[in-house]
């Protein structure tokens, strides 16, 4: 009998683990695996063969070298963040060897915690203005990311242009998907200059600023994380009678070997995580379900039955004689 009530409780809880392992993957894991609302990262690039336009000396500077501060900060404390959205803040600063302020920008971005998409809300913005959406992928991949395109946002125009798979490569061991994304010849914004500037015998000259880039990233797939990324990016005047003027900026930029490793780590650590709750949990709990019900079944099928009283035959017989 012992033995039976043990079997049946074997029995019990190796059911129970089969469903806790169903649940844990179908269910678990689309609850916690999700963008964290409170984000940080601080990756650092360098910059090589830099070209600034110094618009108060009215000269061309070549071959200078940049670095890049880049911040992630997300608010967790935002109307708009919550279950479905992460709020994250994105700031950049470029500066020259002597400390000069080359170039700074910044946006505010709401991302939908499970695709990583772009979604609209109340708080975003690019340079605080809200004339522009933020569309596609930003600062990071989804979790499970693809051999395939993405659309990724570029805020300098304000547009999302593909990103296409290249190829798999290693950094420090890490396998990671190299994406490449072109951003062609754009014109981001039209001013007036002197007309010295760009060629011209006019007093103040009517130019385009026109923006190209083309930007390399790496991505750890399971967690989305963008490790590291490279970039050759170009603005320049260009005249209303498309006659080439100075370049404002242009340079090649590339992540740091601390920005790399930083990048490598929390790839690593985001893809843990996430390969704990959808595979390494799962399947302890099946096993232990499948172990536990088998044993339980070989017991309860195996225990002896009751037998009935020994002197049954014995009171038949006697009653028989007394007939």
């Known amino acids: 009998m012992r033995r039976r009530a043990?079997?049946?409780?074997?029995?019990?809880?190796g059911a129970f683990a089969l469903v806790a392992a169903l649940l844990v993957r179908?269910?678990?894991?689309?609850?916690?695996?999700?963008?964290?609302?409170?984000?940080?990262?601080?990756?650092?690039?360098?910059?090589?063969?830099?070209?600034?336009?110094?618009?108060?000396?009215?000269?061309?500077?070549?071959?200078?070298?940049?670095?890049?501060?880049?911040?992630?900060?997300?608010?967790?404390?935002?109307?708009?963040?919550?279950?479905?959205v992460a709020v994250w803040n994105f700031g950049s600063t470029m500066t020259d060897a002597d400390g000069t302020l080359l170039n700074a920008s910044t946006y505010?971005?709401?991302?939908?915690?499970?695709?990583?998409?772009a979604v609209e809300c109340g708080s975003d913005h690019i340079d605080y203005s809200r004339e522009r959406s933020i569309e596609g992928l930003t600062l990071t991949f989804p979790f499970g990311t693809e051999k395939r395109d993405y659309d990724v946002?570029?805020?300098?125009?304000?547009?999302?242009?593909?990103?296409?798979?290249?190829?798999?490569e290693e950094l420090e061991g890490l396998?990671?998907?190299?994406?490449?994304?072109?951003?062609?010849?754009?014109?981001?914004?039209?001013?007036?200059?002197?007309g010295a500037v760009v060629g011209s015998d006019e007093f103040l000259a009517d130019v385009e600023i026109v923006y190209s880039n083309e930007r390399t990233m790496y991505v750890e797939p399971t967690s989305g994380v963008q490790v590291t990324a490279s970039e050759e990016p170009r603005t320049v005047?260009?005249?209303?009678?498309?006659?080439?003027?100075?370049?404002?900026?242009?340079?090649?930029?590339?992540?740091?070997?601390?920005?790399?490793?930083?990048?490598?780590?929390?790839?690593?650590?985001?893809?843990?995580?996430?390969?704990?709750l959808k595979n390494v949990l799962p399947l302890i709990l099946a096993l232990v379900g499948l172990v536990a019900l088998a044993a339980g079944l070989f017991l309860a099928l195996r225990a002896p039955r009751r037998a009935g009283p020994a002197h049954s035959a014995e009171n038949l017989q006697l009653q028989d004689a007394l007939r």
């Not at 971005?109 to 998409?117: I, K, N, Q």
């Not at 396998?175 to 002197?194: A, H, L, N, S």
Request: negative net charge; hydrophobic residues 40%; glycine residues 12%.
């Open 6 to 13: 043990i079997g049946l409780g074997l029995v019990g809880l």
């Open 26 to 84: 179908l269910v678990l894991v689309d609850t916690l695996v999700r963008l964290p609302l409170d984000q940080t990262a601080s990756p650092t690039a360098k910059g090589t063969d830099v070209d600034y336009f110094d618009l108060t000396a009215g000269r061309q500077l070549r071959g200078l070298e940049a670095e890049v501060q880049q911040r992630v900060q997300g608010d967790p404390g935002s109307e708009d963040a919550g279950d479905d």
């Open 108 to 117: 505010r971005v709401c991302l939908d915690r499970l695709e990583a998409v």
């Open 153 to 168: 946002f570029n805020a300098t125009t304000g547009q999302a242009f593909p990103a296409r798979f290249e190829s798999v």
């Open 175 to 194: 396998e990671v998907y190299k994406f490449v994304q072109t951003v062609p010849e754009t014109v981001i914004r039209e001013t007036k200059v002197p």
């Open 237 to 276: 005047l260009r005249g209303a009678d498309g006659t080439a003027g100075p370049t404002l900026l242009a340079g090649s930029f590339a992540g740091t070997d601390e920005t790399i490793a930083a990048g490598v780590e929390r790839a690593e650590d985001t893809a843990g995580q996430i390969n704990l």
